[in-house]
């Protein structure tokens, strides 16, 4: 099993579309987690951090579920600016807080 | 705003030669990292550092690999005798602080050094 699986994709959603994306993770011991965006041939950048209790940042909100090892990403009012790769990042927190791992990333075309 | 930069933005080289790739991180960061990207795959982890040393590295980063913070502002990926496959996009990254137990310091990437090697 991958240490973090995405789906690839693409989701191609029509604007004001809401869409949701999963990552599963392997470690159980899997400390924090991310979602990062990824414009094409461009680098990462933070999105959001993803909390055990949820947390939502305007139209983004992420989920943890421990129990089942996932992590989910809804995007409400999807823009045409939305239109990225998402990529699900997993810290297991061994050996140091430094060392992530990512995802293969959900590819996301919002159409007009 | 302050930004990680990375010089150059594509580098060519033949297989079997060295390259170094550099990184100009953000000022006040001291955690720094190094990934890659082969085209169409994730972001793998290389290596982080931390008070001139290697804090943690992963199974791509072996001998062929070395990394150096040669002055007070640079920070370099050293590739001796490139392959093919080490053709991929390398991303330099850095942070304030390393993270502690339940705490993640956010990473900065910079644009990335797209190395080709023929």
């Known amino acids: 099993r991958k240490e973090v699986e995405q789906d690839p994709g693409p989701f191609n959603v029509p604007e004001g579309a809401t869409v949701a994306f999963n990552c599963t993770y392997s470690?159980?011991?899997?400390?924090?987690f991310f979602w990062y965006r990824q414009d094409c041939r461009k680098e990462p950048k933070l999105l959001m951090s993803?909390?055990?209790s949820g947390n939502e940042d305007g139209r983004f909100t992420a989920q943890l579920n421990r129990a089942s090892q996932y992590i989910s990403l809804l995007i409400r009012d999807s823009k045409l600016s939305d239109s990225a790769t998402y990529l699900c990042?997993?810290?297991?927190?061994?050996?140091?807080?430094?060392?992530?791992?990512f995802g293969t990333g959900t590819k996301l075309q919002v159409i007009p | 705003e302050p930004e990680v930069t990375q010089t150059p933005s594509h580098q060519v080289t033949q297989m079997g030669q060295e390259v170094i790739l550099r990184c100009v991180p953000i000022?006040?960061?001291?955690?720094f990292y190094w990934y890659r990207q082969i085209l169409g795959q994730k972001v793998e982890f290389l290596v982080s550092?931390?008070?001139?040393?290697?804090?943690?590295k992963s199974e791509i980063f072996d001998d062929q690999f070395s990394v150096e913070r040669p002055d007070g502002s640079n920070f370099t990926l050293k590739i001796r005798s490139t392959k093919l496959e080490d053709s991929a996009m390398y991303f330099c990254?850095?942070?304030?602080?390393?993270?502690?137990?339940?705490?993640?310091?956010?990473?900065?990437f910079g644009p990335g050094t797209r190395l080709t090697v023929l």
């Open positions: 990254a850095s942070s304030e602080a390393g993270g502690t137990r339940g705490f993640y310091n956010e990473q900065f």
């Open positions: 000022s006040n960061h001291l955690y």
């Open positions: 470690n159980s011991a899997s400390q924090s």
């Open positions: 550092f931390y008070n001139n040393e290697i804090s943690e």
């Open positions: 990042v997993v810290n297991d927190g061994s050996g140091g807080y430094q060392k992530v791992t």
């Open positions: 993803v909390y055990s």
